[in-house]
């Protein structure tokens, strides 16, 4: 739910205060700048709550270094975002990592796993009724900000 009051609550400042600023609407810009500060965001959460989230991918080797270097990947891909030369090539790469990212989600609330505490007492199944469609907004938030309106970047 945070993701969400950042990634809509950055687009309506950042939209504002562009068009303060240029007197133009440049809504793929705000919309870059909403994901990356959902991005560096929800990295923090991968050092903040390292623990939880290697539970999430258990099932694969060295998880604590794998929830690290997402992290890191995560923060690149921010950058990314807002450089006009890589925007397009880095919203098709987060694309394909968000995909990738939902087994580690569907894993982690089949076996209710709660990231923050790094325990047992999460949502379950249900939580899945909310991050499915979640996921699918991130997908179609970067293809529409970055890929699709590329160029209206400049």
């Given at each position: 739910m945070k993701t969400l009051i950042i990634l809509f609550g950055v687009f309506a400042s950042a939209l504002l205060i562009i068009?303060?600023?240029?007197?133009?609407?440049?809504?793929?810009?705000?919309?870059?700048i909403a994901m990356t500060a959902m991005l560096v965001f929800t990295a923090i959460g991968h050092f903040k709550f390292a623990k939880g989230m290697?539970?999430?991918?258990?099932?694969?080797?060295?998880?604590?270094t794998i929830v690290y270097i997402t992290g890191i990947i995560e923060l690149v891909a921010a950058a990314g975002l807002l450089i006009p030369k890589t925007t397009s090539l880095t919203g098709k790469?987060?694309?394909?990592?968000?995909?990738?990212?939902?087994?580690?989600?569907i894993y982690a609330a089949c076996h209710n796993i709660n990231l923050q505490t790094a325990d047992y007492s999460g949502k379950g199944i249900s939580y899945l009724w909310f991050r499915i469609p979640l996921q699918l907004l991130f997908i179609l938030w970067v293809y529409y900000f970055s890929i699709r309106n590329q160029s209206k970047i400049k």
């Open positions: 068009k303060l600023t240029t007197k133009k609407f440049k809504i793929s810009q705000a919309g870059r290697a539970m999430m991918i258990a099932f694969l080797p060295s998880p604590i790469l987060l694309i394909v990592f968000f995909i990738m990212l939902l087994p580690a989600n």
